[in-house]
């Protein structure tokens, strides 16, 4: 009996703060954009999904200035426990394993979705649906494969996606065309990146 094929999710965030700064602790995610995929990467399903920070989380004006959301915006969100329901809803069609991608080498996005499952208690409910030992990173899928430049928007440039840059929509979908290129021109030489369990 042949094995089902897993889907593809990737998925881009933005969030109230700079991850590489203050981690997911203490920061909210805003944006979540997801792109599901079957195992030939055609795109099944796509959404974005907005989620009201706390109120008394710092409101970070540089952070504002990449993602372009003020905080009147962003007080308009659905709640925090909306976004999670949307983003169960959003992948319950989907059974079986999901293999999750972003575009970041600390995968920051996967940390910031836990955070938002995380502050209510719902880690276990995350952890079964992303398995952790089937996340990809594109950046290190490219390392791997000898490319020095790796920032989305120098890989927009490489292959002249049209990308708005810091708007998660955009961004996954930049990902996915990333992702699409890497699998298409290495994919035959070097399978064992395609197998690759982030830590």
Known sequence: MEKKKPFKLFVDTETTGFPEQAGWIGNDVLTWSGIITDSDLNILDKKTIFSKPNPKTPWNDEAEKFHGINYYQAMQFPSKK?????????????????????????????????GLFYEFNLEAKFRLAFNS??????????????????????????????????DSESDAMACYEVYKYLNKEYKQEQEGLFAFIGE
């Open 133 to 166: 030992d089937f996340r990809f990173s594109t950046i290190r899928i490219a390392r791997e494969n000898g490319f020095k430049k790796n920032r989305l928007n120098e890989w927009a440039d490489r292959l002249n996606i049209k990308l708005k840059h810091h």
């Open 82 to 114: 909306q976004a999670i329901i949307d983003i169960m809803n959003f992948i319950k069609d989907y059974k079986g394993k999901i293999e999750w991608i972003e575009h970041s080498l600390n995968w920051i996005d996967w940390l910031f979705t836990f």
